[in-house]
């Protein structure tokens, strides 16, 4: 199969036999800016199918984040639906998890609280909620570090325990919102290495990912698929499916390709 084959837009093909764990259907949604409205989401649709991580990408402002947020239940679009594996989302779900650009983290909290706290509603008890937020810890490489505070953690340190907090109520879905964005380059680079190790180990149980991102070379290098949007108001222009083994070489020719194909679709 030559490069140009392989850069075919996604069909049903990928779906054979699957039913999505998360489908959004005909999602449009506006915000009221100085009294006025401004469409931001313009029936936007796509699915994620089990095993798959598929990244969102489009220009700054184009609606992404709020993609996301109606996708995680907390934010209700003015028309179209969200549905996790077969589910209607009216709020937010045990079944998905978010990371956030800025780690959201509660800084007088420590690294084993702010994971601790994704159990409050489990039902486990103070020391199972604890073992397991320890154990989730060591997972994403903290180990020795559960009592530091957020401040005293460096950028990728407390990215680290955002995606433990996300990852620790074992959720179905993982949304991950430019989790790489606010790092230095080169320990984004490493930490996209080792998320993609983690989530391709046996410990993690996720069923699918969504990732947005602005980011082509991101996205071609950790997605299985990737969803471009337009402008605001967004709607998906294309949906592409990168059909490259995984570790993927940048300097590759084929990974060049991809890149230059979606950088064409978002100018
Ligand atoms: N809660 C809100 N109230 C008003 N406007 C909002 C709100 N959230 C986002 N917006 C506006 O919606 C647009 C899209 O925002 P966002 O989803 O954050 O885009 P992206 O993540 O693609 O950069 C922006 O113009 C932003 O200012
Ligand atoms: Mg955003």
Redesign the pocket.
């Known amino acids: 199969m030559t490069a140009a084959t392989r850069l075919q837009p996604s069909d049903s093909s990928t779906a054979v036999g699957n039913l999505p764990v998360v489908a959004v259907n005909g999602v449009s949604h506006s ?3 100085k009294k006025s409205l ?1 469409q ?1 989401l313009n029936d936007f649709s796509f699915e994620v199918y089990p095993k798959e991580f598929v990244a969102l990408i ?10 996301l947020r109606i996708v995680s239940g907390l934010i209700k679009p003015d028309k179209g639906e969200v549905y996790i594996e077969g589910r209607r989302v009216d709020g937010p779900s045990p079944k998905v998890s978010m990371v956030f650009q800025t780690f959201a983290l509660l800084p007088w909290f420590s690294a084993l609280e702010n994971v601790e706290m994704a159990l409050l509603k489990s039902g486990l008890t103070k020391e199972e909620r604890c073992a397991k937020a320890e154990h989730m810890l060591e997972q994403v490489g903290l180990k020795g570090f559960e009592r530091a505070y957020p401040k005293e953690l460096s950028g990728g340190m407390r990215q680290r325990v955002g995606l433990a907090r996300a990852l620790v109520s074992d959720p179905q879905v993982l949304l991950m ?1 430019e989790p790489f964005s606010s790092l230095d380059a080169l320990t984004a680079e490493y930490l996209r290495n080792e998320v993609m190790m983690m989530l391709q180990g046996s410990e993690i149980r996720v069923k699918s990912i969504l990732m ?1 991102t ?1 980011n082509v070379e991101e996205a071609v290098e950790m997605a299985d698929r990737v969803v471009v ?1 337009s402008h ?1 108001p ?1 709607h998906k222009v294309a949906d592409i499916v990168v059909d490259f083994p995984k570790p993927r070489n940048k300097r590759d020719p084929v990974f060049i390709e991809y890149v230059d194909q979606i950088y064409t679709l978002l100018t």
């Open positions: 915000f009221s800016h401004v931001v489009g220009p700054s402002g184009s609606g992404k984040s709020t993609l919102d947005v602005h949007c605001r967004s």
